[in-house]
Every structure is written in C-alpha cells, then in structure tokens.
C-alpha cells in the first residue's frame, strides 16, 4: 500500500484534520441554528439505493444517538440497515476516545475490516465520533490503515450524504473534521432504535475541563439546543406513544447557561408537563445541580426517580488537581438534599482510580464515600492519560498493579451495595417498563424500573412496551427477578 509521509497529510488535509489546541478554544459567538435537511443535496436522494449499511458503535448514549441520525440520514439517501459487516456496502465504525482500551478496541475493529477492503475495494469504510476528534488517531489512520476511505468529525455528521458522495469518487481518503464546533443543526432525520425509549439532545459540548478528559477537545463548547426545538421533539415523542424520554448532554446541568434566563430546572419543568410517563436527564454534574432542579425533579412523579451523579473520586486534594470544582464535603451536601427530597432516589456514580500520584490514604477517602453514598450502582475506571489533556502530562508514580488493584478492591464495594440495594426490593412492587427479551434468555422479558433496576419477569411478548407492576421475587446484584400484578 501506498506510504505517506506526515508533511504531505499537513498539506492535503490543512483545514479538515483536527487539532487540539483549535479544539480548546471557546468562541464567544453564539452558534447558528440551522435546517439539517435543507443541507441534504438533491442529486444525492437516491445514492444509497439498493446498498445496505452498518454502524458498529462505540462509547456513550451521545454516540447512540448519533447513530440514529446517522441512520436517518442514510436511509434518507437510499441505504438500507444491515447488522451484518460482510453484507454492508458502507460500514461506519463511530468510535469513543474517553480511554485508551476504547480506542484499542476500535483499532482492532479497523484492522478487521482490512481484508474485506481488500476482497470488496469498492465497499465504503468510514471512522466517526469521538477518535476521529483526535490529530494522533487520525494521523495513524491516514499512514498505518490507509485502506479506510473516509474520516468525518462529531461536527459534521450532517455532511454525511456529500461525504459518501465524496468518498465514492476519490481514489484519496476523504478527511473533514472540523475542531471547532458549528452550528446546531435541526430538523435531521433519525431512525430510533426503540419505539418506546429515545434519546433527546440538550445540549453539546462540554467546558468544564476536567483535567483527564477529552471530551471538551473532541465535542466542543457547550451549546444549548432552543427550548422550542426540544420541547416540539418531546411533543412528538409523547404524539408518537413513545414511554421514556432521556435527556443528554455531556453535562446536561450546565443547560441554559448559554441563553436568556431559561435554566435546566426551568427545561426539566417543561419537559415534565408534556406527560411522557417517564423523563431521565444524563450525565449530571455536581457543579451546575442547583436545589432549584431538585424541587423541580421532586414535584413531578414523571421525573424518575434515579440520579447518575459522577463524584470521581472522594479525596479533596485529588478533586482539586482533576478540575472537579467541588469539595468531598459540597457533593455530599447536593447528594443529601437530594436524597431528602426525592423519596426513593435511586443514585449512580463514575469513579476513577489510580489518578496520577493518588496515594492509597487517598484512594481510601474514595472508598469512605462510596460507604457514605452506598450507590445502587458504579462505574468504575483505571484513569487512562489521554494525549493532549493537562493529566497527561503529569508524572505518576502508581504502578499499574496498584492501580488494578485499588479497582477490584473498589468494585467490591460497588458489587456489595448494589446487592444490599437490591435485596431491599425483594417484596416491593416495582413499575417496569418491557423492552423485550432478555439478551441472557429469550424465554424471559426483561425492562427497566423507575430506578433504572434491571427486571426480569415471565411474561407474554405483547407486554413489550408497556409499563407494568412487578412484584420482585428474588434479587441479584445487578438483575431483580420477579412476577407480574395487577
Ligand atoms: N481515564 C479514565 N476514566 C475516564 N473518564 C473520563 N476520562 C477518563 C480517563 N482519562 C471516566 C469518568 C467519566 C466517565 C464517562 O469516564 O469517570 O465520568
Ligand atoms: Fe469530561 Fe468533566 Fe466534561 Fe464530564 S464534565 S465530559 S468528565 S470534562
């Protein structure tokens, strides 16, 4: 294959390759809304017709619902679905950065695809998402996996039908990643992958800096969708018979910040009247959560009651050097509050162990937390550095098998209060929303609660998408089991 040396890609991608000291600058401009579908060309409405295309995803809900854009977008232009790589004619891998075995997986993925290039040199491979954000990854692909035909950005995932048009007539790999973020973009089409759940974005980007994270670089400044906009699209939702909503954002708090004396409390309050039975927000940081949306979240029985509330570690000193703005002491503050005032309140945290030079006493802050908050459940992370963010740049001087071993001794933790919580709901009865089959046995139906509890009952397949009580029979660290009443 064809070689290409680091000054020839500076010149043939100037402009459209990413690079991250543009992707840390924050414009004052506000962005421009605009019509997605008026972007779409005419002459490329029927380009994809009679091929098939798939998306293998990676990373967070952001990604996800990326992806039903993306879907959208395609079945807009002709294509069809297909979960099966060797059939597709346009396989899109739309990839996560946030840590290193993230991007090894889709390395892997990519080197995968290597030989089906090769039997089939006129099927189209593309890298999207969070990785492609990223001026090392993207130089990789263009020199090591130069069989891949098309690079597209966060920013320019409207663009996808000219850049498959793009793509099919360049013998090139065609490379447009924009680092600074443009406008929002309405009005695109979507193919949800549910009928009865959806993602609704609220807002994009992330300022808040966390000195470990590369979310700020590859997702841009935080801009707030209009009100309207997504109040029209919960409306729809609702019109549509759709059951749960979740509102995302990298740090959905910080909704508003940006406009005209209208707050996340005031969007959630909306939102809530509308009357889909269920609304979710995700992820919440403790920075921007006033008591403000707390009353909203204990006023509305539609509001569910569960809280995805990142602490990150236990340890002030750790807290500080992470850029977490908040105390040990402030967390628990906002974390009681909101246990006192939402009965119920099922909580979830991301913990990372092992930060740069974390000694054990501070690890073990981490743990008197957790003891403290006895989350219903954790994820929980190796820090993993990230190229270009401050923590990289940090020396460390934790071995690796300290590291490990502070995870496993923290998810012991995590595994015996999931259990307790759990266990506390043997005898309630729950209401569960039915997905579908469980992915373990296809003889059982699975759902979740209002507490965002994974049930499992016996049941007839025309409950799916419907919200039943369940009384829990038995109870799992992570599952519940138990049996439909009326
Ligand atoms: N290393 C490990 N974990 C990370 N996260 C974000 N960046 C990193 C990193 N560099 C975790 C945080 C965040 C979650 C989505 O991923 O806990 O809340
Ligand atoms: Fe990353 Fe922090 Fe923003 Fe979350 S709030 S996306 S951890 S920078």
Same mark, same amino acid.
């Given at each position: 294959m064809k070689k290409i040396n680091e000054a020839t890609i500076k010149k043939r991608f100037e402009g459209t390759a990413p690079d991250m000291r543009s992707a840390k600058k924050r414009s004052k401009t506000a962005p421009t809304v605009i019509d997605g579908e008026a972007l779409i060309p005419n002459h490329l409405v029927n380009i994809g017709a009679g091929k098939l295309y798939c998306i293998q995803t990676y990373g967070c809900q952001m990604n996800e619902h990326d992806t039903e854009i993306m879907s959208g977008l395609l079945e807009m232009i002709g294509y069809t679905s297909t979960d099966v790589v060797e059939d597709a004619d346009i396989v899109i891998l739309n990839t996560c950065a946030i840590r290193e075995n993230a991007e090894n997986k889709v390395f892997g993925k990519i080197g995968s695809l290597k030989h089906l290039k090769k039997e089939n040199p006129e099927k189209i491979f593309a890298v999207c998402g969070c990785m492609s954000q990223e001026e090392d990854v993207v130089t990789t692909l263009l020199t090591k996996y130069n069989y891949i035909d098309l690079i597209f950005g966060t920013h320019n995932i409207h663009r996808l039908p000219?850049?498959?048009?793009?793509?099919?007539?360049?013998?090139?790999? =065609?490379?447009?990643?924009?680092? @600074?973020?443009?406008?929002?973009? $309405?009005?695109?089409?979507? $193919?949800?992958?549910?009928?009865?759940?959806?993602? +609704?974005?609220? #807002?994009?980007?992330?300022?808040?800096?966390?000195?470990?994270?590369?979310?700020?670089?590859?997702?841009?400044?935080?801009?707030?969708?209009?009100?309207?906009?997504?109040?029209?699209? #919960? @409306?729809?939702?609702?019109?549509?018979?759709?059951?749960?909503?979740?509102?995302?954002?990298? !740090? =959905?708090?910080?909704?508003?910040?940006?406009?005209?004396?209208?707050?996340?409390?005031?969007?959630?309050?909306?939102?809530?009247?509308?009357?889909?039975?269920?609304?979710?927000?995700?992820?919440?940081?403790?920075?921007?959560?006033?008591? $403000?949306? &707390?009353?909203? &979240?204990?006023?509305?029985?539609? &509001?569910?009651?569960?809280?995805?509330?990142?602490?990150?570690? /236990?340890?002030?000193? #750790?807290?500080? #050097?992470?850029?977490?703005?908040?105390?040990?002491?402030?967390?628990?503050?906002?974390?009681?509050?909101?246990?006192?005032?939402?009965?119920?309140?099922?909580?979830?945290?991301?913990?990372? +162990?092992? %930060?740069?030079?974390?000694? $054990?006493?501070?690890?073990?802050?981490?743990?008197? &937390?957790?003891?403290?908050?006895?989350?219903?459940?954790?994820?929980?992370?190796? %820090?993993?550095?990230?190229?270009?963010?401050?923590?990289?740049?940090?020396?460390?001087?934790?071995?690796?098998? +300290?590291?490990?071993?502070?995870?496993?001794?923290?998810?012991?933790?995590?595994?015996?209060?999931?259990?307790? !919580?759990?266990?506390?709901?043997? /005898?309630?009865?729950?209401k569960v929303l039915i997905d579908g089959p469980s992915q373990k046995d296809e003889t059982i139906l699975a759902g979740y609660s209002e507490e965002l509890k994974l049930v499992h009952i016996k049941g007839d397949e025309s409950l799916i998408g419907q919200i039943v009580n369940v009384k829990i029979t038995e109870a799992k660290s992570f599952n519940l089991y138990g049996e439909l009443v009326e």
């Open positions: 000219s850049l498959i048009d793009d793509a099919m007539k360049s013998k090139a790999m =065609v490379v447009e990643v924009w680092s @600074q973020e443009g406008d929002i973009v $309405e009005n695109l089409p979507r $193919e949800r992958a549910s009928k009865t759940k959806a993602w +609704v974005n609220i #807002i994009y980007g992330c300022d808040k800096f966390c000195t470990y994270c590369i979310v700020p670089y590859t997702r841009g400044k935080e801009r707030s969708r209009m009100p309207k906009d997504i109040l029209d699209e #919960i @409306q729809e939702l609702k019109d549509q018979d759709y059951k749960e909503i979740t509102l995302l954002g990298q !740090n =959905v708090n910080a909704y508003g910040k940006d406009l005209d004396a209208y707050s996340m409390a005031n969007l959630l309050e909306d939102v809530a009247k509308i009357g889909i039975p269920r609304v979710r927000f995700t992820t919440s940081h403790p920075w921007d959560f006033d008591s $403000e949306m &707390i009353d909203v &979240i204990a006023k509305y029985d539609n &509001i569910m009651p569960q809280m995805h509330l990142p602490v990150q570690s /236990g340890n002030n000193e #750790i807290l500080k #050097i992470m850029g977490r703005n908040y105390t040990r002491e402030k967390y628990l503050e906002l974390f009681d509050e909101l246990k006192a005032k939402i009965p119920g309140l099922a909580t979830s945290t991301d913990i990372i +162990v092992g %930060y740069p030079n974390e000694t $054990e006493e501070q690890f073990l802050d981490t743990l008197s &937390i957790y003891d403290y908050c006895q989350y219903d459940t954790a994820f929980t992370f190796v %820090y993993s550095p990230r190229e270009g963010t401050p923590a990289a740049k940090m020396d460390d001087n934790v071995d690796l098998s +300290v590291k490990k071993d502070r995870l496993y001794r923290l998810n012991e933790k995590v595994k015996f209060y999931a259990n307790q !919580n759990n266990q506390a709901m043997v /005898g309630k009865t729950l």
